[in-house]
């Protein structure tokens, strides 16, 4: 048996990265996780955490008020952070980016990197945090990899798109993996010869989730200068190049210096669709099917428009203008994103919405969103409908991190 590597989970929600490190590798071993949320009195993701994987070493509070001393000696922490600060359901004129309350939430993972040291580190984000903010973009992300090398990491990150690795759900995230000097994993990130060849053939991402050079791509290098502040206050700050990122969608981070690429998947295997996953129509409950006097309040949302409107508080008149989705969604493709607003029977753009055999149109069922991320199925089955679509949401595809903890289990095993 060889020895296991402690893991800490971050932010578990209802644990999509336990989940996929433990289909990964009998390895990883979760030691300790910790969910709060601070919006509801209800804790029911944690309850559900407990439920599922037992409450021991499960801790549902704040983690800004728990003590490094609380958290057990781990050798890999592992999270998806609140993305509210980045996400598309605001624009990014709107988002605080790391300033914004949530986002500050990135200095508790600090802290507890800098107190409890582990080797390794396994992030999750909205991808849109490559760009953010909009009037110094990617100056958040400059700041999260300045303060990992400045704690002794290299880091590796790549944006994913779980449908492109044939997964069932279109769900672009950034991952990033971290290893502490002295480590394997630093070790072979730092002497690699070629940044490109690390980025497209070698590095953990790229043997988890295969990619080719995006065409017309090329390796851009520079460096994060200052302390933190001056990489707050500095970052892409004046220059016609403010309004790009300067990161692409694969990069490293060698000390100070980043190395960064756009790639493309280059995935052969058999592709998941919407309709693979889907439950047989006639055990689809009466309440998920579109009430006929419904139907054309579906239509409108779903539909393009181009019109005026009034902004009740100001008065002030303007043209909104939206494209079409695609309605109903296409069974033959991966699903779209599932959002946390995705239950509930109220008319909605962004919900799903399938075209049965019979004609009817109906909307999806928590066991199906489920599915769309790779989870058991039943594994929010105590929550009501609309939370268990909203655990959904805020959740990923645990296929990826099953990838990528394969990948990093090579590599922590040369660790030890
Ligand atoms: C993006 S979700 C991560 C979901 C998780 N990866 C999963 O598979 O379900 C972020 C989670 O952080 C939790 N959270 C937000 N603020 C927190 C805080 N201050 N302390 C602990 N957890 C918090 C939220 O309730 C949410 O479940």
Known sequence: ????????????????????????????????????????????????????????????????????????????????????????????????????????????????????????????????LLKSPAKQRGRDFAVMLASLADLGYVVEWRVVNAAEYGMPQRRKRIFFIGHLANTAGSESLSAAPSAKEWLLRKGTFARALPVVLKPGSQLSEFMIDGDLAEVTNSFNACGSSKTLTPFFDAGMLVGRKVQTLSVKSSFRGTQTTLGDLLVPEEEVPANYFIPREQEEQWAYLKG?????????????????????????????????????????????????????????????????????????????????????????????????????????????????
């Not at 019109?307 to 493709?333: I, L, Q």
């Open 1 to 128: 048996m060889k020895k296991a590597v402690r893991v800490v989970e971050l932010f578990a929600g209802v644990g999509g990265f336990r989940i996929g490190l433990e289909r990964a590798s009998p390895m990883y071993r979760t030691v300790w996780s910790n969910q709060w949320e601070p919006a509801t009195k209800r804790q029911q993701a944690s309850e559900i955490y407990a439920a599922r994987f037992g409450p021991e070493g499960h801790v549902n509070a704040d983690i800004s008020a728990i003590v490094a001393s609380e958290v057990p000696d781990h050798d890999l922490l592992v999270g998806g952070f609140p993305c509210q600060d980045y996400s598309v359901a605001r624009t990014l004129n709107s988002a605080g980016g790391l300033q914004g309350k949530k986002g500050v939430l990135w200095w508790e993972i600090h802290r507890l990197l800098k107190e409890k040291r582990p080797r390794h580190l396994l992030l999750e984000n909205v991808d849109r």
């Open 304 to 416: 393009g428009k181009s019109e005026e409107r009034t902004n009740r508080s100001t008065g002030f008149k303007y043209r909104y203008s939206e494209g079409a989705m695609a309605y109903p969604d296409d069974t033959a493709k991966p699903a779209r994103t599932v959002i946390t607003a995705e239950g509930g029977p109220t008319p909605s753009r962004f919900k799903h919405v399938v075209r049965c055999a019979d004609g009817r149109l109906r909307r999806l069922m928590p066991l199906e969103l489920e599915r769309l991320n790779m989870f058991p199925d039943g594994h929010t089955r105590e929550a009501s409908d609309t939370k268990r679509a909203f655990l959904m949401g805020n959740a990923l595809v645990t296929g990826v991190v099953e990838r990528v903890g394969k990948e990093m289990a090579s590599v922590l095993r040369s660790d030890r």
